[in-house]
T-cell receptor, first 113, second 116 residues
Framework: AQSVTQPDIHITVSEGASLELRCNYS??????LFWYVQSPGQGLQLLLK??????LVQGIKGFEAEFKRSQSSFNLRKPSVHWSDAAEYFC???????????FGKGTMLLVSP | DAGVTQSPTHLIKTRGQQVTLRCSPK?????VSWYQQALGQGPQFIFQ???????QRGNFPDRFSGHQFPNYSSELNVNALLLGDSALYLC???????????????FGPGTRLTVL
């Protein structure tokens, strides 16, 4: 069975500082990996996805993530955080051929002035 | 291009009642998945519909059922509501593919269900 672990429940970052959100997955084959962002009371917005090829993927809003097979990780990064980035971030893994997703429990990002 | 839409936005029910939630997929999408997101948790997969059939199902009881219509829209029905069914219910749509990268899911804003 596939699973996703997001070890950090909350992270606080100063505005303008860099950000890294951790995600580890468990899956028996090559996974599809996703990062979504959720603002309070809202649905999920896709930030980026990895299916194959280049292990460094670029997303919207200046986010990027790197797939590291050896570490079973797919960490999300941003070089300079803006106050509007404050939200909850979810990492998810999907199986090839089926679009159902298994999500982590999320990391809440707080941005301090 | 309309995204995924869901109705209603909020719903309050009492224990034992039944509820129906609705979802219209993103234009061009043919597959609808439903997720339950309890407070403070990540979304949990309920089931997925494709070609008006339930294609996959997560670990949810039979009280949870669904339907997909010929226009690809979908309904989620929950019978005999329990307090623990209180959650944000998310609908996601995608385009069925061979796994070659078309299976990205796009989510709607959700329906907040409160069971009293």
């Amino acid at each position: 069975a596939q699973s996703v672990t997001q070890p950090d429940i909350h992270i606080t970052v100063s505005e303008g500082a860099s950000l890294e959100l951790r995600c580890n997955y468990s899956y028996g084959a090559t996974p599809y990996l996703f990062w979504y962002v959720q603002s309070p009371g809202q649905g999920l917005q896709l930030l980026l996805k990895y299916f194959s090829g280049d292990t460094l993927v670029q997303g919207i809003k200046g986010f990027e993530a790197e797939f590291k097979r050896s570490q079973s990780s797919f960490n999300l990064r941003k070089p300079s955080v803006h106050w509007s980035d404050a939200a909850e971030y979810f990492c998810a893994v999907g199986a090839r051929g089926y679009s159902t997703l298994t999500f982590g429990k999320g990391t809440m990002l707080l941005v301090s002035p | 291009d309309a995204g995924v839409t869901q109705s209603p936005t909020h719903l309050i029910k009492t224990r034992g009642q039944q509820v129906t939630l609705r979802c219209s997929p993103k234009s061009g999408h043919d597959t609808v998945s439903w997720y339950q997101q309890a407070l403070g948790q990540g979304p949990q997969f309920i089931f997925q519909y494709y070609e008006e059939e339930e294609r996959q199902r997560g670990n949810f009881p039979d009280r949870f059922s669904g339907h997909q219509f010929p226009n690809y829209s979908s309904e989620l029905n929950v019978n005999a509501l329990l307090l623990g069914d209180s959650a944000l219910y998310l609908c996601a749509s995608s385009l069925a593919g061979s796994g070659g990268g078309t299976d990205t899911q796009y989510f709607g804003p959700g329906t907040r269900l409160t069971v009293l």
